[in-house]
């Protein structure tokens, strides 16, 4: 998958360095606007496949189109919503006949690549690649020229990407939601559940009935000195077992740098805390139905 810009020679070098490479490529899919420029260059790779240089490879082309039809450009959110929802349902429709996706970021506007790259996270497996384009001896700037020419050379440069997640039952969920910001709020909602699975597990198997007492007190916003008064202890074993808390938070996060301190825990555990006395009261900002929801997953996640 390529995305195009004003050069459509970026889109033919990279197949070619791909297939110089020996991929076992079988489609070209160029997502493209439909300003003049760009459909000029799309007109120009046409005419390279219409003249038998790939044999094995189909071309597929697949303009962005928006709400009001085809988009030359992208000039509000909404542009950008059509553009990641094109480039998702075309990754998603490889991966659903368990293709191997190369996205090519060469060409095109910056939030293309940007769009593809989330496309990226979200989609892709460990064996998917988004490659960005390095010439020497040639730049997209230069007289057009489909091909390289003896003594020019190009690199694929893979690009890392930091997937999402890299559970396959996750990603067989995400890749059946039509729309791409739904995909991403679901994925949200699953990291947000695990991650307060995971402070659960260390509240209550990490730490003592004690120092739950203190911790949960001190993500509430009090201090040392009124911790003690309500928990009727003393200022020392108060700061005794927070230094403790604050160990094995430390050990709990695998943080090899400095000690942890009252600021992190707060980061940590106050959201949890907020959620189980929410879920008591069943007043607060959140709903009563979402804490609900999120204390079931929860309590599902830690069996």
Not at 151 to 179: C, F, Q
Not at 238 to 250: C, E
Not at 279 to 297: D, N, T, Y
Request: some cysteine; aromatic content about 6%.
């Amino acid at each position: 998958m390529a995305t195009l810009g004003h050069e459509p020679q970026v889109v033919t070098v990279a197949l070619d360095t791909l297939l110089h490479q020996g991929r076992a490529l079988s489609e070209l899919l160029v997502v493209h606007t439909s300003a003049p420029a760009v459909l000029e260059g799309l007109r120009a790779i046409r005419r390279e496949f219409a003249s038998g240089r790939y044999p094995t490879v189909r071309l597929r082309s697949v303009p962005v189109k928006g709400e009001t039809g085809k988009l030359e450009d992208f000039r509000t959110e909404e542009d950008v919503r059509a553009l990641l929802s094109t480039l998702y349902r075309a990754v998603r429709e490889a991966k659903r006949h368990h293709g191997v996706v190369h996205v090519c970021l060469a060409g095109g506007r910056k939030v293309m690549s940007v769009a593809a790259m989330v496309v990226a996270q979200l989609l892709f497996g460990p064996e998917d690649r988004v490659w960005h384009l390095l010439s020497e001896g040639w730049t997209p700037a230069a007289p057009r020229r489909m091909h390289l020419a003896p003594g020019e050379e190009a690199h694929l440069v893979p690009v890392p990407v930091l997937r999402w997640t890299d559970s396959g039952v996750m990603l067989a969920a995400l890749a059946e939601l039509d729309d791409p910001g739904e995909a991403i709020r679901r994925y949200q909602e699953i990291v947000r559940g695990e991650r307060m699975r995971r402070r659960r597990e260390f509240v209550e198997r990490w730490l003592t009935q004690a120092e739950r007492e203190v911790a949960q007190l001190a993500c509430a916003g009090l201090d040392n000195a009124a911790i003690a008064r309500r928990l009727h202890r003393s200022p020392r074993t108060v700061a005794n077992q927070l230094t403790a808390v604050y160990a094995k938070l430390q050990e709990w996060l695998g943080f090899p740098g400095p000690p942890v301190s009252r600021p992190l825990l707060l980061s940590e555990l106050a959201p949890y805390f907020e959620l189980v006395e929410a879920s008591k009261s069943g007043v607060g900002s959140v709903s009563r139905s979402g804490r609900e929801h999120s204390l079931m997953r929860l309590g599902r996640g830690s069996g």
